[in-house]
């Protein structure tokens, strides 16, 4: 499966928002809104990912969130000291607000607010979908993420 995500806000308080679609060939068979930390220049636990159109999401069973899938490629590794790579351990997990994560992304079914921050809402049930969705589909996952029409605030 084929995963797209098309950032449009970059908040230096409330964190880097987008959108997810999930293709299977041509047909979309997911999508969500997505939040993660703003983006401050790939720094570890405290900005979001780099965009890049090649990575690939690996399973992984997280001590904290159980069975999800880990984001390898560019400078994003699975491991800590994985060659070449200053972030590890960027994961899909369920979150709310950006200041719930450490270089993570969190779906969620739509945007909103909670306690006077932007946020995206009902996220357990939203990544629960798409980490089912993922194992119950065989073969390689890729992910790209880009910048689209930014609006920074």
């Not at 809402?121 to 969705?133: A, F, M």
């Not at 194992?135 to 920074?152: E, F, V």
Request: charged letters at 20%; a negative charge.
């Amino acid at each position: 499966m084929q995963l797209n995500i098309n950032r449009f806000s970059n908040h230096i308080d409330h964190g880097a928002f987008g959108q997810l679609k999930v293709y299977e060939d041509t047909s979309i068979v997911y999508k969500s809104f997505t939040v993660e930390r703003p983006w401050l220049d790939n720094k570890p636990y405290v900005s979001c990912i780099p965009a890049y159109d090649g990575y690939i999401l690996e399973p992984y069973n997280s001590p904290k969130f159980g069975k999800t899938y880990a984001i390898v490629g560019d400078t994003v590794g699975m491991y800590e000291g994985d060659q070449g790579c200053s972030r590890f351990a960027c994961l899909f997990h369920s979150a709310n607000l950006a200041q719930q994560l450490h270089g993570c992304i969190a779906p969620g079914t739509r945007l909103g607010a909670l306690d006077n921050n932007w946020a995206v809402l009902r996220s357990g049930p939203k990544t629960d979908e798409l980490i089912d969705l993922l194992y119950s589909a065989p073969g390689t996952h890729t992910l790209s993420i880009r910048w689209d029409k930014l609006l920074t605030i």
